[in-house]
């Protein structure tokens, strides 16, 4: 019996993940379950799935959680704010989690997690983006076991030489390059004059996956594969130049790894994030994720095109980040944070993104990223600026 930790159990991850959990109560019970500040939900998931702790970010909201709490039967206690988060992420009670909050938040539970050596289901891709290099050291340095989540990270994993040995080494083993596959959103198609009209509404309308709002928007600019692709240097050591980009728009073959020998080795499904989920919770074994078996014939067909980098300036901010090295990629990072958010709270047209993004980049210098102080400070001088710039 594994128990597992959500940070972010009311977000869309988080949801999946107690979907599948509730499959298999013989091997998983939960030990906490983290929100910023749905009550509601939180209450929900507390009277359900019953764990030893609920935390919430926000102090006023642990109290209304606190007090409903204490009119039903459920004995979950519950606890507020930040370190807080940090405690259910490394303690001894747990053996798994899953990390799940969006954005810069939670890179330090995740960092806690890998500092206690747990294994770690990693959706929480800003993570490593912001820190890659601080992050792969304590995960080694801890023997912390960090299975990636997002879909195209978990492809990878599970197209890699040798199943079940240490997965993150590339190095000799035959790989010319991974290629990540990438849906291209709700405006693959649209005319490019189009793109500085586009909604919120249209921006998170996602053709294939249905995920938290962040995501969706990063999906629409594309940004979502460029930090995927940051994700995936410091997940496997691979130099940009080994990391390629297709649209792929039915997002059935979730990524793919390109040997020297000519074999392309593919893993597909239905796009549901319960599949890597699943994966991750069980592995080395297999569980069932309550997704569909993937119907071929119903698919009919599988399109490939190239990544347009006039359609997508995000995905080419994203790879210039990366070679820039440094804190360029959490300089990116959080420039991005903002500049969605402007978006969405309309301030900003959709095509300013890019360009917030790209300003923000080329007037901040770019730091060595290795010390948590730095990667924070270069983070805070980032969003100062993108909110300058988007006032
Ligand atoms: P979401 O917005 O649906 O959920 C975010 C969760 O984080 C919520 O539980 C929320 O309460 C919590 N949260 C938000 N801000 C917080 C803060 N400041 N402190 C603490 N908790 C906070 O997001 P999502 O779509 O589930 O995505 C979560 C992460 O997983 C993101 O990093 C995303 O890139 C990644 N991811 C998501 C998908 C997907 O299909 N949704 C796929 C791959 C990767
Ligand atoms: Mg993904």
């Not at 959490?330 to 402007?342: H, K, T």
């Not at 400070?377 to 100062?384: E, H, I, N, S, V």
Request: hydrophobic content about 45%.
């Amino acid at each position: 019996m594994k128990a597992v930790t959500i940070l972010g159990s009311t977000g869309s991850i988080g949801v999946s993940t107690l979907d599948v959990l509730a499959r298999h109560p013989d091997k998983f019970r939960v030990f906490a379950l983290t929100a910023n500040g749905s009550v509601d939900t939180m209450l929900q998931q507390c009277q359900q799935y019953r764990p030893n702790y609920a935390v919430m970010l926000d102090h006023d909201a642990a109290t209304k959680l606190e007090r409903r709490l204490a009119q039903t039967e459920c004995q979950t206690q519950v606890l507020a704010g930040e370190e807080a988060l940090q405690q259910v992420a490394s303690s001894d009670e747990t053996d798994y989690v899953v990390a799940a909050i969006v954005g810069a938040a939670g890179l330090l539970p995740t960092l806690a997690a890998a500092r206690s050596g747990k294994r770690i289901l990693l959706a929480n891709k800003e993570a490593l983006v912001m820190s890659g290099a601080l992050f792969m050291r304590e995960v080694i340095h801890n023997q912390a076991t960090l299975l990636p989540v997002d879909s195209e990270h978990n492809a990878i994993w599970q197209c890699m030489p040798v199943a079940g040995e240490q997965r993150y080494e590339f190095e000799g083993k035959g790989v010319r390059r991974i290629i990540l596959t990438a849906s291209g959103g709700p405006f693959r198609d649209a005319d490019l004059a189009s793109l500085e009209h586009v909604t919120p509404e249209q921006a998170v309308a996602h053709p294939n996956w249905s995920m938290g709002q962040k995501i969706s928007v990063d999906s629409a600019t594309m940004m979502n594969k460029g930090l995927e692709v940051i994700e995936a240097h410091w997940l496997f050591g691979l130099q940009s130049s080994q990391i390629d980009v297709v649209l792929h728009r039915q997002s059935i073959i979730h990524s793919m790894v390109d040997y020297d020998d000519g074999s392309v080795l593919a893993q597909m499904g239905n796009p549901d994030m319960r599949t890597p989920i699943a994966n991750t919770l069980a592995w080395p074994e297999r569980i069932d994720s309550g997704v569909e078996p993937l119907d071929l014939v119903a698919a009919g067909r599988l399109d490939f095109a190239k990544a347009d980098f006039e359609r997508f300036p995000c995905l080419d901010l994203a790879y210039q980040a990366l070679d820039a090295g440094g804190t360029s990629t959490a300089i990116l990072n959080a420039a991005n944070e903002v500049a969605v958010a402007a978006f969405l709270a309309r301030q900003i047209k959709f095509t300013d993104i890019a360009k917030v993004i790209d300003q923000v980049l080329n007037k901040l210098p770019s730091n060595q990223a290795d010390s948590l102080e730095q990667v924070l400070a270069d983070d805070a001088a980032a969003r100062r600026l993108a909110v300058e710039l988007t006032a």
